[in-house]
C-alpha cells in the first residue's frame, strides 16, 4: 500500500514562506491530479491547489499568485510552496493523489502563521 509522507510544515511569521513536501513511498501508476488541501480548526477541508497530470493546474482565489504547486514525477514528490503567508493560512495541510483506481492521502501536516 502506497503511503503518503508529507513535510515542511511548522511556524512562521506573516510574510514568511514555507515548501510543503509529499513524497510518495512508491509508484503510482494512471495518476489522474495531484493537489493539496487544508483544515483550518472548525471549517471544512478545502482545496488549496491542484495539477493535473497534463499539467493543468488551479489554485484558490485565496492562495492564488502566492502558492505554488510542482512536482518531481522521478522522485514520486508533489510540492507547494508557500509565499507571503498569512495569519488565515494556519491549517493543516494535507496532499492528496488521485489515480484511476486509488484515492490518496497523505497525514497532514502543520502550517502556523503568526501575525
Known amino acids: 500500500q502506497v503511503q503518503l509522507v508529507e513535510s515542511g510544515g511548522g511556524l512562521v511569521q506573516a510574510g514568511g514562506s514555507l515548501r510543503l513536501s509529499c513524497a510518495a513511498s512508491?509508484?503510482?501508476?494512471?495518476?489522474?491530479?495531484m493537489g493539496w488541501y487544508r483544515q483550518a480548526p472548525g471549517k471544512q477541508r478545502e482545496m488549496v491547489a491542484t495539477?493535473?497530470?497534463?499539467?493543468?493546474?488551479k489554485y484558490s482565489d485565496s492562495v492564488k499568485g502566492r502558492f505554488t504547486i510542482s512536482r518531481d514525477n522521478a522522485k514520486n514528490t508533489v510540492y507547494l510552496q508557500m509565499n507571503s503567508l498569512k495569519p488565515e493560512d494556519t491549517a493543516v495541510y494535507y496532499c492528496?493523489?488521485?489515480?484511476?483506481?486509488?484515492?490518496?492521502w497523505g497525514q497532514g501536516t502543520q502550517v502556523t502563521v503568526s501575525s
Open positions: 492528496n493523489i488521485r489515480s484511476t483506481y486509488h484515492n490518496y
Open positions: 512508491g509508484s503510482i501508476f494512471s495518476i489522474i491530479v
Open positions: 495539477q493535473t497530470s497534463g499539467d493543468i493546474t
